[in-house]
């Protein structure tokens, strides 16, 4: 088999470091991006395959996220712009570890257990961020895509969200938008000028860009929205260093604003993260204290307006917001008791969330790290779709189904993405014509603590109902029920982490105090009956 002796000999020029071996996961694969260039090739084979067996163009991003600037990783984007089927992130795995002499049989036998026609044709797009290592380790997705016949369009810097949704244009033979970068900022920026028409200019938005990607995509942009929304962009990569003490995880974790961003009293403020699928915002207020808005506050607001056009335009339509068990309760309360709207839980990773949100008519949901989008159901777009071009309806009803049409493609539904998230909040922020003060009061979130416990195997840990209860080790859910009933408008849960021998506990109650005392009883009752390692959990104050 011809194809096969080439694939071997072109893989021998990148060779996988001894004794090295990485799992692919949610993000990807994700390390030291010196360790990288064998997985790079070996994702470009899988891509390869993976676009055969779906006949249809598959993309692949190189990028580490909000990752330091040496790291870097890849992941795999399936046909409709969504993340790579789960069955085939046990493959990535073990391409990825195969020894040189292996690597072959591997190949067979995926080919043989997908019953897949290497004759068929194979399409892949790529992109990657703007990491130092990016363009040598795309190269190398690229020769890897070429050893197996495949046909590559590199698509070069680009932020991963629009490879996501170049690749669904692509796959719905341009349905979706234009097949090209331009067609991306031509879509968002037309939908918003749309969606703002007949609102004043605000203020400028000061954007952390990250030092990345979305920062260069972000200037890109700008002439698109003919001045309907001023942006001033800081941290763009001239100078500063990629994450480095800036972006939207900085801010989140930090509550601080990034370094290089100079925020006045009230000044509106977001950042975005290193390849551009994250947003946060925020603002300092006239007592120099710092507010964050994170995805919560997010599908707070994006959720209220939609909820708020369906209702005008007389759409009998479920809209949902979904959640993780991180989302503050305060947001749950709100949207459930005062907007009567449908909200669920998932487990936490953006695939479990988007699954969710795929049962309803509409599904917002977004991660509190700011990671997020909407989802309109088929069903959902075809009936806001007649009644926005039925000359017979009523004006207000067909109106509000022309601002949903504006919404729904100002929204990248494929995944997270930063520019199309700012763009929607803008546009929500200037028609309701609301500071960013105003949205910030909506609801006021409970004071919460998260914390970490070592332990000597993390598996001991169970959990169900969307990981808001454990169910082993015996005993411990009855001791975190226990603990809670002694705090006001008190919750926490404990869940393993996915990546460490580590427990991860959450709480929050009425007060900062009792959400540190009720976090710290917890992780005394995780530590003595989950097994955990070293010195007991030290009290927080």
């Not at 698509?155 to 979706?176: A, D, K, S």
């Amino acid at each position: 088999m011809a194809p096969f002796e080439v694939t071997s000999q072109k893989s021998a020029l990148h060779p996988k470091p001894a004794g090295l071996v990485l799992q692919y996961g949610t993000a990807g694969f994700r390390t030291t991006a010196k360790h990288l260039d064998h997985v790079m090739f070996r994702m470009g084979l899988l891509a390869a395959l993976r676009s055969r067996r779906t006949k249809a163009t598959i993309g692949v991003m190189v990028t580490a996220s909000h990752n330091p600037e040496d790291d870097n990783g890849v992941k795999l984007i399936d046909p409709m712009g969504e993340m790579l089927e789960v069955a085939w992130e046990s493959y990535a795995t073990q391409l990825a570890n195969a020894e040189q002499d292996t690597l072959v049989t591997a190949l067979k036998d995926l080919i043989e257990r997908e019953a897949i026609n290497i004759d068929q044709s194979a399409s892949v797009f790529i992109g990657r961020d703007t990491r130092p290592s990016s363009e040598s380790l795309s190269q190398a997705v690229q020769d890897g895509v070429s050893a197996l016949g495949g046909l590559c369009q590199d698509f070069g810097l680009v932020t991963t969200p629009q490879l996501h949704y170049l690749v669904c244009c692509q796959n719905t033979q341009g349905r979706y938008g234009a097949i090209s970068v331009e067609g991306y900022y031509k879509k968002l920026s037309t939908a918003f000028i749309k969606l703002t028409e007949n609102a004043p200019v605000g203020q400028p938005l000061l954007v952390d860009g990250a030092n990345g990607i979305g920062a260069l995509q972000l200037k890109a942009l700008q002439p698109y929205l003919q001045g309907h929304l001023e942006v001033k962009v800081t941290n763009d990569g001239s100078t500063g260093k990629l994450n480095h003490l800036c972006g939207a995880d900085y801010v989140k974790v930090q509550q601080a604003a990034p370094q290089g961003l100079e925020m006045g009293v009230g000044q509106r403020c977001c950042s975005f993260d290193g390849d551009g699928d994250r947003i946060v915002y925020y603002y300092n207020d006239d007592k120099g204290h710092f507010h964050l808005l994170d995805g919560d506050k997010i599908a707070t607001l994006v959720s209220t307006f939609i909820k708020e056009l369906l209702t005008k335009a007389g759409l009998d339509l479920q809209l949902a917001v979904v959640q993780t068990a991180y989302a503050n309760g305060s947001s749950t309360h709100y949207l459930e008791d005062t907007m009567k709207t449908t909200v669920c839980c998932a487990k936490t990773g953006v695939k479990h969330l988007h699954h969710e949100a795929l049962k309803f008519h509409v599904g917002v949901y977004f991660e509190a790290n700011g990671h997020g989008t909407v989802l309109f159901s088929k069903e959902a777009e075809e009936m806001i779709n007649q009644l926005a071009k039925d000359p017979s309806a009523p004006e207000g009803r067909r109106n509000a189904a022309i601002q949903l049409q504006n919404t729904m493609d100002l929204i990248n539904q494929t995944v997270g993405d930063a520019i199309s998230d700012m763009l929607l909040i803008e546009a929500v922020l200037t028609v309701k014509g609301l500071a960013v003060q105003q949205w910030d009061t909506i609801y006021t979130d409970l004071p919460n603590r998260q914390l970490k416990v070592k332990v000597a195997d993390r598996r001991v840990i169970d959990t169900t109902d969307a990981e808001r209860r454990t169910t082993s080790p015996t005993g411990l859910q009855e001791a975190i029920d226990a603990l809670v009933r002694k705090y006001r408008l008190a919750r926490s849960f404990v869940r393993p982490s996915g990546t460490e021998d580590v427990v991860r506990v959450y709480a929050e109650a009425d007060t900062r105090e009792s959400a540190d005392a009720l976090a710290h009883e917890v992780s005394l009752a995780v530590f003595r009956l989950a097994g955990g390692v070293g010195e007991e959990p030290k009290p927080l104050h």
